[in-house]
């Protein structure tokens, strides 16, 4: 053991004397020439390093810079700047004073790309020759070191004039094989908008066909996205792809996608195809779609719903202004695409939607929509249209169908008073400008003919507002003994005009065992009113003077509706409709009398009389 232990310290002697040697021996600013002008040879880029070099012996035997920077060909700013550079060197080339670098680490380096830093064109510069589609990958490798590290930087990337991202606390680390395959970790975060997405990823690149094409894997990415307007737990999840970049035509590719935020699950694939106009191909499949758990929003509590019909909650504000963000719709005038997104389940305002399919074209900001269909509990839907956010104000044309889809949870899910329920039919065409509920009620228009089966208006009895005028006028007849506090019809429908945010309903009907009605109005959208006249026959549920209640069982009674939802009002006129049904029973009988004894006097003087009223 003695004698190991003696070898093992002169081994270390010998290797710390060796390396001290090496170090008095080879000066590293021998090297400052060599590693400009290697860097120049390579990418083209001047490297400027300030200050001198010097040693770093343990634990890697490394060469320290002092402040470095990077400048593109006629770049007025640097891409890269740092306060210092290590660069980890192989040891038997020193021997033969040659350098052979290992890694390279930056650390709090900024990088900058923007019109600035981006490399320019001298007027007087000739112009290089376009690569061959025959030319190797090796003449235009621009990475060849073993790995790359970059530590707690900074990326400024600027798109626009006045549209600067700033990615901060950057940790790199790139290790490439022989083969030119590389491992990718990358952990950063993004502030922009008083938002912060902190993401980290995992991948393994594909550069032996560079710079014409750049596969990569990647294994495993989570992210959490945090700040002004983001649910107060954030959206956060983990996902998977694989990517491919060709550089001829210039087309980006996702395949095998998958990605998780928060109860949600994608997958699928996308493309872009880089011209002069952006082109993508969209093809999306979910499981479950939780738009709700992503917005924020929530419905309103039952006395909250029925008092004002809207959300008082402190749901982000994203949940109350999506519908109405014109800034971030206009988007779609710089591309052209094609979508196609199907989802098992989706919930969208509280609806619980399945088997949703949705195919659409857009065409530098006209958007086809040929297909957006799904079920809806016991009811299905379909509204294909067309949008086109070309104008000052987006414009939208629809073509809703609906079938038996329950009314009251399309009412909860816009905030409104469930004072109509039921299955809910319709067919229609309808067109507008913007596309928020606001918009909705106030600026479109269209026509639309609609059914409901099992409706039931709620908190106002028809029959028992008939039945209980009638027995105040006429004790010889009255209603049920008790009543439930909603009206229900087995069918109803009307035709309908949107005009505005008023809604002209026109030839009303419905029937139930109990009450058949007819009548028209108007819903006032904006404000929550309607108007409706109403004529009421009531069929069932009498007792009492048989004789009165079959000339009740075939009146109609004229019936006013009005007022606001939560509270409406009604005008009803019982005794004037008996006084008159009196009159013209009355006037009946005594006609008959009149002819019976239309050859005395008395009847001829009566006929006469009669004749007059």
Same mark, same amino acid.
């Given at each position: ?34 590693? @400009? ?15 001198? *070099? ?5 634990? !890697? ?42 890694? =390279?680490?930056?650390? /709090?380096?900024?990088? %900058? ?23 190797? $990958? ?8 073993? +790995? ?24 790199? %680390? ?18 922009? #908008? ?38 107060? $737990?954030?959206?956060?999840?983990? /996902? ?9 035509? $210039? ?24 011209? +002069? ?25 039952? #006395?909250?719903?029925?008092?004002? /019909?809207? %959300? ?26 094609? *979508? ?21 074209? #857009? ?30 104000? &987006? ?6 169908? *609906?079938?038996? @889809? +329950? ?21 229609? +065409? ?7 509920? $606001? ?36 004790? %010889? ?11 229900? =019809? ?47 026959? =009531?069929? /069932? ?16 009674? &004229?019936?006013? @509706? ?8 009604? !005008? ?42």
């Amino acid at each position: 053991m003695r004698r190991i232990l003696t070898t093992l310290v002169i081994l270390l002697i010998v290797l710390v004397a060796g390396m001290t040697a090496l170090v008095l021996l080879v000066n590293p600013n021998d090297f400052r020439d060599y590693m @400009v002008r290697k860097v120049e040879q390579k990418s083209g880029y001047h490297l400027d390093l300030q200050g001198d *070099l010097r040693w770093h012996a343990w634990p !890697q035997l490394s060469i320290i810079t002092g402040r470095m920077s990077l400048t593109a060909p006629g770049a007025e700013t640097s891409v890269v700047t740092a306060e210092n550079m290590r660069l980890d060197v192989k040891l038997w080339p020193l021997l033969s004073h040659q350098l052979a670098v290992k890694q =390279v680490m930056l650390k /709090g380096a900024v990088i %900058s790309l923007t019109s600035d830093s981006d490399a320019q064109q001298q007027p007087s510069a000739p112009v290089a020759p376009q690569s061959q589609p025959g030319s190797s $990958a090796q003449d235009k490798w621009k990475f060849d070191i073993d +790995e790359l590290k970059i530590v707690d930087s900074l990326l400024v990337w600027q798109r626009a004039d006045n549209d600067q991202i700033n990615v901060r606390e950057i940790n790199l %680390s790139m290790t490439q094989s022989a083969h030119r395959q590389a491992k990718v970790s990358l952990s950063s975060r993004i502030n922009r #908008n008083q938002r912060d997405l902190a993401f980290s990823l995992n991948a393994e690149v594909a550069l032996d066909k560079y710079p014409q094409n750049i596969a990569a894997n990647v294994t495993s990415f989570t992210y959490q996205l945090t700040g002004a307007d983001i649910l107060p $737990a954030g959206i956060k999840g983990q /996902g998977t792809l694989q990517a491919s970049y060709q550089a001829q035509p $210039a087309t980006l590719t996702l395949s095998a996608l998958t990605l998780a935020a928060n109860d949600s699950q994608l997958s699928g694939s996308m493309s872009a195809a880089m011209g +002069e106009v952006t082109d993508y191909n969209v093809n999306l499949q979910a499981s479950m779609l939780n738009l709700d758990a992503l917005s924020g929003w929530r419905p309103a509590s039952e #006395n909250e719903g029925m008092q004002r /019909g809207q %959300s008082t909650s402190a749901a982000p504000i994203i949940a109350r202004e999506m519908d109405a963000n014109l800034d971030s719709i206009k988007i779609l005038n710089g591309f052209t695409a094609k *979508l196609a997104l199907s989802a098992a389940n989706l919930t969208y305002r509280g609806l619980t939607i399945q088997q949703l399919d949705l195919h659409a074209n #857009n065409h530098l900001g006209k958007v086809q929509i040929e297909t957006l269909k799904g079920k809806l509990h016991q009811g299905d839907f379909s509204i294909p249209g067309t949008l086109d956010t070309t104008t000052r104000i &987006p414009t939208a044309t629809l073509q809703p169908v *609906l079938n038996n @889809v +329950e009314l009251g949870q399309l009412l909860q899910a816009y905030h409104l008073p469930q004072v109509l329920t039921g299955n809910f039919s319709m067919t229609g +065409e309808l067109s507008g400008e913007g596309l928020s509920s $606001a918009d909705f009620t106030q600026h479109w228009r269209g026509q639309a003919q609609m059914t409901m089966e099992n409706a039931r208006l709620h908190g106002l009895n028809l029959q028992q507002m008939i039945q209980q005028a009638v027995a105040r006028s006429n004790g %010889s007849v009255r209603g049920q003994d008790s009543y439930e506090r909603f009206t229900e =019809v087995k069918n109803l429908q009307a035709g309908g005009q949107l005009q505005n945010g008023k809604l002209k309903l026109d030839d009303l009907r419905a029937d139930s065992e109990l009450l058949a009605l007819t009548g028209n109005g108007v819903v006032n959208l904006p404000a929550e009113t309607c108007d409706m006249n109403l004529n009421v026959r =009531v069929v /069932g549920g009498w007792r009492g003077n048989d004789s009165l209640i079959k000339t009740l069982q075939q009146t109609d009674v &004229p019936l006013r @509706v009005y007022g606001p939802w939560k509270q409406l009002s009604y !005008q009803l006129e019982v005794e004037q409709l008996l006084r008159k049904q009196l009159q013209d029973e009355a006037k009946r009988a005594l006609g008959k009398w009149a002819d019976r004894n239309k050859e005395t006097q008395d009847g001829k003087n009566l006929k006469k009389l009669l004749d007059k009223l």
